[in-house]
């Protein structure tokens, strides 16, 4: 089971990026799907999720209306779309896989989650 994410670098406050996360050894769409962001000094946070079950979406506040998430099976693949970066959407960002239909209260638990992809790194410029 690996995990591939990709599409990091650096981008101006107002600009936009697309993360990708290729998943190999397992199909996706049995797995609830998720990014997550750590920045430095700080705790890993839940970004974002898609539950496997019913493809419900989970946003954290701070997102909410700026980033969407969704996932292709056919690629194998999930994405998270970021537009209206700022400064503190800088942070690492890993996608993250588990055999779990996490609900409202579980699923930005980092602990949920089974898989984890190595990380890229959004850089927002002020």
């Known amino acids: 089971v690996q995990l591939q994410a990709s599409g990091g670098g650096l981008v101006q406050t107002g600009g936009s990026l697309r993360l990708s996360c290729a998943a190999s050894?397992?199909?996706?769409?049995?797995?609830?799907m998720c990014w997550f962001r750590q920045a430095p000094g700080k705790e890993r946070e839940g970004v974002s999720c898609?539950?496997?079950?019913?493809?419900?979406?989970y946003y954290v506040d701070f997102v909410k209306g700026r980033f969407t998430i969704s996932r292709d099976n056919a690629k194998n693949t999930v994405y998270l779309h970021m537009n209206s970066l700022q400064p503190e959407d800088t942070a690492v960002y890993y996608c993250?896989?588990?055999?779990?239909?996490?609900?409202?209260?579980?699923?930005?638990?980092?602990?949920?989650?089974?898989?984890w992809g190595q990380g890229t790194l959004v850089t927002v410029s002020s």
């Open positions: 993250a896989a588990g055999a779990v239909s996490p609900i409202l209260s579980s699923w930005a638990r980092p602990g949920t989650y089974d898989y």
């Open positions: 050894g397992f199909s996706l769409e049995y797995y609830t």
């Open positions: 898609i539950r496997r079950s019913d493809g419900r979406r």
